[in-house]
């Protein structure tokens, strides 16, 4: 089974306005985090925000926010005041337990227009 | 964040040859380091573990004698293609994490083109 799901494989979103990408995860394990990497035509992947899952409130880093809803076991990231340099493959990714490997969803790319 | 380094970005080469990829950490050690493969528009597909000291742990369905890795010290990793094939074309990327860190820091990653 799927362990991160990302079901929206491309979105366009105004410059300046929000954009939600959903991602859902499977895991029986109580211990785990989820993480959200951005990957822009360059190939590099960048770190976004983290969320863990003993995590009592959503983690935020600048215009990025998790929503995290444990019981749905979504991780959606929102994406506030989009800009043209937002434009960029993303991706959700999960760490079970203690065990560093990280499993990605299939991604959402993301064009901001102007 | 903490900086990972990878080197070379691009490299082509001719059918048969191996080709190695280095996988540094700049600022920290990693006792623990992730190579990963990415062909176009897919997601990264985690080919190994490589572990600092010790043998590499590889996922299913990967050819260890294909992909060799050596994380010889603890700021360096190399996986090295041996015998490339033009199959063998793809984008590769390491990943490390500081002792006690969740996050994962990705290198550039390296372009392999095999002729």
């Known amino acids: 089974a799927q362990k991160i799901t990302q079901t929206q494989p491309g979105m366009f979103v105004q410059e300046k306005e929000a954009v939600t990408l959903d991602c859902t995860y499977d895991?029986?394990?109580?211990?785990?985090?989820l993480f959200w990497y951005k990957q822009p035509s360059s190939g590099e992947m960048i770190f976004l925000i983290y969320?863990?899952?003993?995590?009592?409130q959503n983690a935020t880093e600048g215009r990025y926010s998790l929503n995290f809803q444990k019981a749905r076991k979504s991780a959606n990231l929102v994406i506030s005041a989009s800009q043209l340099g937002d434009s960029a493959m993303y991706f959700c990714?999960?760490?079970?337990?203690?065990?560093?490997?990280?499993?990605f969803g299939a991604g959402t790319t993301v064009t901001v227009r102007a | 964040g903490a900086v990972v380094s990878q080197h070379p970005s691009r490299v082509i080469c001719k059918s048969g040859t191996s080709v190695k990829i280095e996988c540094r950490s700049l600022?920290?050690?990693?006792?623990?380091m992730f190579w990963y493969r990415q062909f176009p528009k897919q997601s990264l597909m985690l080919m190994a573990t490589?572990?600092?000291?010790?043998?590499?742990?590889?996922e299913q369905g990967v050819e260890k004698d294909k992909f060799l890795i050596n994380h010889a010290s603890l700021t360096l990793s190399t996986l090295t293609v041996t015998s490339a094939h033009p199959e063998d074309s793809s984008f590769y990327i390491c990943?490390?994490?500081?002792?006690?860190?969740?996050?994962?820091?990705f290198g550039a990653g390296t372009r392999l083109s095999v002729l």
């Open positions: 990943s490390a994490s500081q002792p006690g860190v969740n996050i994962q820091y």
């Open positions: 895991t029986s394990d109580p211990s785990y985090g």
């Open positions: 969320q863990g899952s003993y995590d009592q």
């Open positions: 990714a999960m760490r079970e337990g203690f065990v560093y490997k990280l499993s």
């Open positions: 600022d920290f050690q990693a006792t623990t």
């Open positions: 490589s572990n600092e000291g010790s043998k590499a742990t590889y």
